[in-house]
């Protein structure tokens, strides 16, 4: 059964950076696309990014396209979100996801992980 | 980008009944749609993919319907596990507005 686990998540000043990571175990990591999904409180879901299972190809939503980069280091079965110029609307919590059935960056997510608290606040 | 349009936003419903949530895509999207569950507090969990195929280990009165640019969530028999939010996903193209709004059931 598929784990992942996401970490990173703190309280942060607006303009401020953030490196989220997320480790997976009990799947060939390497073989999937991953994503990550974010939630603000009291709100939906929205996702906001996408890496394909070997690392040369992103998506991101046009909310965190040129302040986030998504990586991955499949050696290690890690997922990372860097974030940047951290804006007030980035409060959330931050899921990482595996992708299925992925096609041109859209995907359904079969495994999430429990989510880290991303709070930026002055 | 899709837009995808949950109603009702809220659902008031007892054990033992059935309900149906509607998910509209702003356009076609052929079958590429799931739908998960979400309880307070946990990630959302995958219940249905391609509009009908029902993941494994979800009970079977969860089921899904549609086609284009409508599509429905059905649970029959509500059980006390299944008061949660629920939202459909589109995956026929990548947006920040992938997911409806959500549907929150709850115990009339």
């Known amino acids: 059964e598929g784990q992942l686990v996401e970490s990173g998540g703190d309280l942060v000043q607006p303009g401020e950076s953030l490196r989220l990571s997320c480790a997976a175990s009990g799947f060939t990591f390497g073989v999937y696309e991953m994503n990550w999904v974010r939630q603000a409180p009291g709100k939906g879901l929205e996702w906001i990014s996408y890496?394909?299972?070997?690392?040369?190809?992103?998506y991101y939503a046009d909310s965190v396209k040129g302040r986030f980069t998504v990586s991955r280091d499949n050696a290690k079965d890690l997922l990372y979100l860097q974030m940047k110029s951290l804006r007030g609307e980035d409060t959330a919590v931050y899921y990482c996801?595996?992708?299925?059935?992925?096609?041109?960056?859209?995907?359904?997510?079969?495994?999430w992980g429990q989510g880290t608290l991303v709070t930026v606040s002055s | 980008d899709i837009q995808m349009t949950q109603s009702p936003s809220t659902l008031s419903a007892s054990v033992g009944d059935r309900v149906t949530i509607t998910c509209r895509a702003s356009r076609s999207i052929s079958s590429w749609l799931a739908w998960y569950q979400q309880k307070s507090g946990k990630a959302p969990k995958l219940l249905i993919y391609k509009a009908s195929t029902l993941e494994s280990g979800v009970p079977s009165r969860f089921s899904g319907s549609g086609f284009d640019t409508e599509f429905t969530l059905t649970i029959n028999s509500l059980q006390p596990d299944d008061f949660a939010t629920y939202y459909c996903q589109q995956y026929s193209d990548y947006s920040r507005y992938t997911f409806g709004q959500g549907t929150k059931l709850e115990i009339k």
């Open positions: 890496i394909e299972s070997g690392g040369g190809t992103t």
């Open positions: 996801a595996r992708g299925r059935a992925c096609s041109g960056g859209a995907c359904f997510y079969d495994y």
